[in-house]
Structure formats: C-alpha cells, structure tokens
Nanobody, 130 residues
Framework: QVQLVESGGGPVQSGGSLRLSCAAS????????MGWFRQAPGKEREGVAA???????SYADSVKGRFTASRDNANNILYLQMNSLKYEDTAMYYC????????????????????????WGQGTQVTVSS
C-alpha cells in the first residue's frame, strides 16, 4: 500500500510559477513508477509528467519546456516544478504511483481509456488567472 498526499497548489497569475509536492508513505515507494496528471472541469484526466524508477522523465507536449518532475527517494517526495504557467494549466493536479511506467499516458497520440494507476493522491487545485 502506498499513500500519496499532494500539496503546493493555489492561485497564481499567468506567467508565474508553482511547485507541487507529493509525499508518499507506505512500503516500496522506490519500487513504483510515478506521475503527475491533471483534470480540468468537464475534461478527462490527462497525463502531465511521468518519472520512472530510474529517474527518467517524459512530459506531455503541452508542458514540455515549462514543467519539470523530480523525485527525492530519500524522503519519498515527488515534485512538479511548473513555470510560465498559462490559464489553460488550470486544473486539479494528481500524483500517481504504478508498478508500470505511466509514460504512455503522456503521448500526444494517446487515445485509450482514462488513465488507470495503482494509487492516486487526493489532488491539489491549481488556478491560473489570465
């Protein structure tokens, strides 16, 4: 069992920055592939960033060059640094852990079912004002 708790969301002006954190507890955190997803009102949940156990990252096209995911395995924390925020980044952001890589969900041509992972956090709201 892994428990995930996100923090760091809030209101921010367009062009600003936020850093989201995801604190993981439970057994075997370092054995999981991690990821960040988001869901805006009326839209499906979508992948934002994937970070595998070895630390290799992949990003959705919409956030490449602006968002950076990282993990602190010593303290069981996953981060998402978000720069140059845009109005369209407004969403609930979720941390995820899975035994398999979540990088397929980051692909722009992904057209499968909604993301399914082993564990979700409760989410943290990011609101970008234009």
């Amino acid at each position: 069992q892994v428990q995930l708790v996100e923090s760091g969301g809030g209101p921010v002006q367009s062009g600003g920055s936020l850093r989201l954190s995801c604190a993981a507890s439970g057994d075997g955190y370092t054995n999981y592939h991690m990821g960040w997803f988001r869901q805006a009102p009326g839209k499906e949940r979508e992948g934002v960033a994937a970070l595998d156990r070895a630390g290799s990252a992949s990003y959705a096209d919409s956030v490449k060059g602006r968002f950076t995911a990282s993990r602190d395995n010593a303290n069981n924390i996953l981060y998402l640094q978000m720069n140059s925020l845009k109005y369209e980044d407004t969403a609930m952001y979720y941390c995820a852990a899975d035994q398999y890589s979540v990088s397929p969900y980051m692909r722009s041509d992904y057209d499968g079912p909604p993301p399914q992972v082993d564990y979700w956090g409760q989410g943290t709201q990011v609101t970008v004002s234009s």
